[in-house]
């Protein structure tokens, strides 16, 4: 089961939303009052309005929006192009990241939107209290815990709105800010209130739960501690150093941390698999006991916000379909995705200084999180004389001598391992596009009717590993292949030779989410998205360890759990580590091993004061992080302010754009 929202009662509307970018008139608000007292005074309609709190995590996880600010501007991850979309966000160019950013205003609207809907729940479950409105009420307390968490880390000292327009009607004409020990106050009561009413477990995957609660907390009191650190504001106003403050909301966070592990599970290794690996199972999605909060998907009947066009956060990060094509691979294909926007590659930084770039490593998250082999989708396929010669092949290798014309002959064919997508019979409880047991299928963007059967090396049409591989190697081999640090990247981690290089964008693909089990059409996927996992909250208690200089072994066994849950049994001994790992620079590598591509990141570097030009500038650091990130501005801590917004107060001056 999971959250319904098709024939939820919502006729809410513009009224709940308070700060979103909607407008309603007076008499629209005065007629819709009075149903609002009516339905959500009802069993039925309060369950509608808790549910409607739920719908725009479906705008942030899953899409392209949320990708950009929760994830981008860090040491993780590199636009397509240096002057590709999404530099605004990806390496705070000043052409693009300002106020009528269309990313920007988008998780603006969800966030608020949702605030908007919990302080409309909260409103009304006060009115009503029993003990089953009370659990239901804590999961809008919860849900707008998280959502001013988001806000006050993306935007800081903003609105922070928690009265519901039925309580104060839609006369708030100027906007107010507040400081962000406010906000953090408000969310951790927030929280506080969610963990002591909300069940452990729920009977609709994605529902909130008191260990997400406490998950949140954890998350919660460790990121307050950049208000005490020493660092800046937005404005470069210093925040106070206050060891003291510091080491508490980290004894909070350790605390909060350690609950939830003793109410969970982790997947156990075994000789043929790791924890990780069992983790990122499509078999093992929609009752994935490591996801404690997640965006569950309606594989079945499709009532989710916009039906079944969910789950194409994989195609942002697939690989660039120009390279690949010409050796034989699917670019608009289920196990692949559709390749056509190029938007994010893995950084030289992630891919081999957080991964170890060893081909025998007992680590398996490189091969859990990302894609390096590809296989192509048809019987055969042979590669064009011409692609060889663009793409510094040893013709010779490939060239043999007819014996009776004595003419030289060209052929570079590379044999497919397929399967018809019905002889798979890969059908999951729920509906699929391509494979449901009764169709035929014809694909019509250049997939053919083939998938790609994995395994068989001798079918590999692109090999996009992240360890070195010899040139002279690479050209004797028929598949598409090329050195990591000396034809893709160059020493400062940008693309060898520019964006007009051969190999740019012939890197790994993130396939985190995109398992074939619930791959529904080349762009839409439906599985649950995790959004708080199990280990995160490991690492977060080791960190807070750290932080606080207090439980520290049981802070390093908190880490090498995370790590022999990445290895076989067999191999878990090889990963442990000491006490010289208990540091906020190595945590910080393991937090990019253990969770690239979930959107944390953003908060992890703004949580250790790394969004700054001495860790993200290459020319700074010295390390590859992101080649397109310098001169940072002092407001690059937050976003900018949307101009739809400021247009709708009457002191937008006053309030301000954060700088930008």
């Known amino acids: 089961m999971r959250i319904k929202f098709i024939n939820t009662i919502m006729v809410i509307g513009c009224s709940l939303i308070g700060w979103s970018l909607t407008s309603c008139s007076l008499d629209e608000q005065s007629y819709t009052q009075l149903d609002q007292e009516l339905v959500y005074n009802s069993d039925e309609g309060y369950e509608g309005l808790v549910n409607a709190c739920y719908e725009n995590l479906y705008y942030l996880y899953g899409k392209l929006d949320g990708i950009g600010p929760m994830e981008m501007g860090t040491d993780l991850w590199m636009i397509g192009s240096q002057n590709g979309g999404y530099a605004g966000i990806t390496n705070y160019y000043t052409g693009d990241l300002n106020s009528v950013n269309g990313v920007n205003q988008v998780v603006w609207n969800a966030l608020y939107a949702m605030v908007g809907y919990c302080n409309t729940a909260i409103y009304y479950g006060k009115r009503m209290e029993t003990d089953a409105k009370r659990q239901k009420t804590a999961e809008a307390y919860y849900l707008r815990g998280f959502a001013l968490f988001h806000i006050v880390e993306q935007w ?166 120009s390279n690949i094509s010409l050796f034989g691979i699917a670019t608009a294909g289920l196990r692949y995705r559709r390749q056509n926007v190029n938007t994010w590659r893995p950084t030289l930084y992630l891919l081999t200084k957080c991964f170890e770039p060893l081909e025998d490593t007992p680590d398996t998250r490189f091969s859990d999180s990302f894609y390096y082999k590809y296989y192509i989708n048809d019987v055969k396929y042979s590669v064009l004389k011409s692609t060889c010669e663009r793409y510094r092949k040893d013709i010779s290798t490939f060239t043999t001598i007819n014996k009776k014309t004595k003419k030289e002959v060209f052929s570079c064919e590379i044999t497919g391992n397929v399967a018809t997508v019905n002889d798979l019979r890969m059908n999951y409880a729920g509906m699929n596009y391509f494979a449901d047991n009764n169709s035929t299928w014809t694909f019509g963007e250049g997939g053919g009717q083939y998938v790609e059967l994995e395994g068989n090396d001798a079918a590999m049409g692109v090999f996009t590993p992240n360890w070195p591989l010899d040139p002279e190697w690479c050209a004797k081999q028929k598949f598409l292949c090329a050195d990591l640090t000396t034809q893709i990247f160059n020493s400062t981690g940008a693309f060898a030779g520019g964006d007009n290089s051969i190999y740019r964008g012939l890197t790994p693909s993130l396939k985190k989410f995109s398992d074939y089990y619930w791959c529904y059409t080349n762009q839409e996927w439906l599985g649950d998205f995790p959004i708080i996992r199990l280990t995160d909250i490991y690492l977060l208690g080791a960190e807070a360890a750290v932080v606080a200089n207090n439980h520290l072994s049981e802070g390093l066994e908190l880490l090498n759990t995370v790590r022999r849950h990445a290895a076989l049994s067999t191999d878990a001994d090889k990963m442990t580590v000491g006490m010289e790992a208990m540091n906020i620079d190595f945590i910080l590598k393991e937090r990019a091993r253990e969770l690239c591509g979930e959107q944390w990141r953003w908060y992890d570097l703004k949580r250790t004061g790394n969004i700054t030009n001495e860790y993200l500038d290459n020319s700074l650091s010295g390390e590859p992080r992101n080649p397109w990130i310098s001169n940072l501005q002092p407001y690059n801590i937050v976003r900018p302010i949307p101009q739809q917004f400021l247009d709708q107060i009457a002191n937008p001056y006053e309030f301000g754009t954060n700088g930008y």
């Not at 020990?181 to 069940?199: C, G, M, N, Q, V």
């Not at 156990?268 to 994935?288: E, I, L, Q």
Request: with cysteine; glycine share 6%.
């Open 156 to 321: 800081g000292d903003v609105v922070l709105d928690t009265l519901s327009m039925a309580e104060v009607g839609a006369g708030r004409e100027k906007g107010i800010r507040s400081s962000e020990e406010d906000f953090y106050d408000r969310i951790i009561s927030d929280l506080e209130f969610a963990a002591a009413y909300l069940p452990p477990t729920q009977g609709e995957n994605g529902r909130a739960t008191s260990i997400a609660a406490k998950a949140m907390l954890c998350k919660a009191w460790l990121q307050r501690i950049r208000l005490y650190s020493g660092g800046h504001d937005r404005r470069n106003q210093p925040y106070p150093l206050d060891e003291a403050k510091r080491k508490a909301c980290a004894e909070k966070a350790y605390a909060y941390a350690q609950e939830v592990i003793k109410s969970s599970e982790l997947y156990a290794s075994d000789a043929t698999s790791s924890g990780s690996t069992k983790c990122w199972d499509g078999h093992n999605n929609k009752t994935n006991k490591e996801f404690l909060f997640r965006e569950a998907i309606d594989h079945n009947t499709f009532k989710n916000p916009e039906n079944s066009n969910r789950g194409r956060t994989a195609q942002y990060y697939a690989i660039r379909e």
